[in-house]
């Protein structure tokens, strides 16, 4: 009798009979055991998917990452105790790329204020020309800026941004805290995943001379084939910083007439007045655009954008739009470095969301009467080429100026 009543399951006052003799679980606990089962998947599908992307992107081991996610102690940002926060960005053609894949076309400071109990949130950019000449890091001669992280990448990968982070920390007077670099091909693919980026313009935008064509560097059968007969020179380096004796002299060509569709930009990059929306190549060619105005011209536009990426990628439309943050990832994965860490992402988009839409103060270097560069001249200086120097022949009206920008 016992034997047959330990087979059975009670339900109200009656027996159901079980011949295993096991108990049945209860539904509540299977569902349970399935929700947690999926939670369980998602989650090693994002934290793999994060760790596979943070691998190429940023620094820190997977572990290492994951672990500072969770919320254990108080973390906190290099300079966020300090009351701000300073990191740099840096725009490029890419490694590989002909034309200078790893010249800096965009080197610009992202700098913000957290908030904190009675004071508000600040932000701001502020751009160096490329051709800005400075001392290079570990050598004991000057170049263009834009240089700077080609060099460093050839002593060692990473070594870009380090050097990045140490000539432009000199400039500014400040710590750089934080870098980051993107090449053409990962801008156009990030504005294509956020849906492109909103800008306004009073009149019509033309560049009509840079991707036109009209005379380049001679490419092999490719676009830039048909000879002018004119030449470009150039004083090549040393490794030791001195020049040769006599400038290399590179040959140039018109594009021909199968290619011609293949121009960059179209050839002539039009943009009409109002409100527009640009997608990702409109975009690039746009913060691009240089010749027809100038390089603090496009020094501007690129604040611009990166303003208008700012407000689209922390909209709650895009970060709730798991395809477009899928995207987003994608695109950093394969054309993005940084020295963040995972976590000290998550931290700074955690802090700058609370600086809303407030005004982002804006400055870029030139070299105007007002402005704070100026071109030497000399026959000394010929062989460098077109080069930018602070006034003063030091950078302590620029220390000034970036320490103002947040006032």
């Known amino acids: 009798m016992w034997l047959f009543l330990r087979n059975k399951k009670k339900t109200g006052n009656d027996y159901i009979y079980n011949p295993s003799g096991k108990k049945k679980m209860k539904t509540w606990k299977k569902v349970l055991l399935i929700i947690g089962g999926f939670l369980f998947l998602v989650f090693s599908a994002m934290a793999w998917k994060t760790g596979s992307v943070w691998k190429k992107v940023g620094s820190g081991g997977i572990l290492e990452n994951l672990y500072n996610t969770l919320p254990i102690g108080d973390k906190k940002l290099e300079g966020e105790d300090s009351g701000r926060v300073n990191i740099l960005l840096l725009g490029m053609r890419g490694e590989g790329v002909e034309g200078g894949g790893l010249l800096a076309d965009t080197i610009m400071i992202a700098s913000f204020k957290p908030k904190v109990e009675g004071q508000e949130s600040k932000a701001s950019l502020f751009s160096i020309p490329r051709d800005f000449y400075v001392k290079v890091p570990g050598k004991e001669y000057q170049a263009k800026i834009n240089a700077v992280y080609a060099s460093g990448e050839e002593r060692t990968t990473g070594g870009g941004l380090e050097d990045m982070s140490i000539i432009v920390s000199e400039i500014v007077g400040v710590p750089i805290h934080y870098a980051a670099s993107i090449n053409f091909a990962g801008f156009q693919q990030l504005v294509d995943s956020l849906g492109g980026v909103d800008i306004h313009l009073d009149q019509p935008f033309s560049e009509a001379l840079q991707f036109k064509g009209l005379e380049q560097r001679c490419d092999k059968n490719t676009v830039f084939t048909i000879p002018s007969g004119n030449y470009e020179e150039k004083w090549i380096r040393r490794k ?113 969301q609370q600086v809303g839409d407030v005004k982002i103060n804006q400055k870029v270097l030139e070299n105007s009467e007002e402005g704070l560069l100026y071109t030497p001249t000399g026959d000394e200086w010929k062989k460098a080429g077109y080069i930018l120097f602070p006034r003063g022949d030091n950078y302590d009206r620029i220390k000034e100026a970036f320490a103002k920008i947040l006032e």
């Open 240 to 352: 030791n910083g001195t020049y040769y004796d006599n400038p290399k002299k590179y040959p140039l060509c018109y594009a021909n007439n199968a290619s011609k569709n293949e121009l960059e930009c179209g050839g002539d990059f039009e943009l009409p007045a109002g409100d527009i929306t640009l997608n990702g190549e409109q975009a690039l060619c746009y913060v691009r655009s240089r010749v027809t105005s100038s390089d603090f011209d496009r020094a501007r536009r690129q604040q611009e954008v990166i303003q208008g990426i700012k407000k689209k990628a922390l909209s709650v439309g895009v970060l709730s739009d798991f395809g477009a943050v899928n995207k987003m990832l994608d695109s950093l994965g394969n054309n993005t470095r940084t020295n963040m860490q995972f976590w000290e992402m998550n931290r700074f988009f955690e802090l700058y």
